[in-house]
């Protein structure tokens, strides 16, 4: 079992920056890929960035390749997304995810099987 708890959200107008965190506890961190999800008001949750054991690979959607980055630190228990030149449609609730099972995907939320409360991201034009 791990717990998961996000913060950094809150709102910035398009063009702005923001920095989520994740704080891991509960287990051995290294052992879990980590993923971002997030999920505007009425639409599915949707994988933002993830990255694996070691953070030695990562992986983005297509929307923010560019604009965001995912990280950790294995040492200090968290993985951090990186969010630059944000956009009106980036505003969503951001997730953070521990992956329990190796096998399935990465970048779908049946992928992971721990989660974070979410945090806000709101972008203004």
């Known amino acids: 079992q791990v717990q998961l708890v996000e913060s950094g959200g809150g709102s910035v107008q398009a063009g702005g920056s923001l920095r989520l965190s994740c704080a891991a506890s509960?287990?051995?961190?290294?052992?879990?890929?980590m993923g971002w999800f997030r999920q505007a008001p009425g639409k599915e949750r949707e994988i933002v960035a993830a990255?694996?054991?070691?953070?030695?690979?990562?992986y983005y959607t297509d929307s923010v390749k560019g604009r965001f980055s995912i990280s950790r630190d294995n040492a200090k228990k968290t993985v951090t997304l990186e969010m630059n030149g944000l956009l009106p449609q980036d505003t969503a609730v951001y997730y953070c995810?521990?992956?329990?099972?190796?096998?399935?995907?990465?970048?779908?939320?049946?992928?992971?099987?721990?989660w974070g409360q979410g945090t806000q991201v709101t972008v203004s034009s």
């Open positions: 990255t694996n054991r070691n953070g030695a690979s990562t």
């Open positions: 995810a521990a992956r329990g099972n190796a096998i399935l995907s990465a970048v779908y939320t049946t992928g992971y099987s721990y």
């Open positions: 509960g287990r051995r961190f290294e052992y879990y890929g």
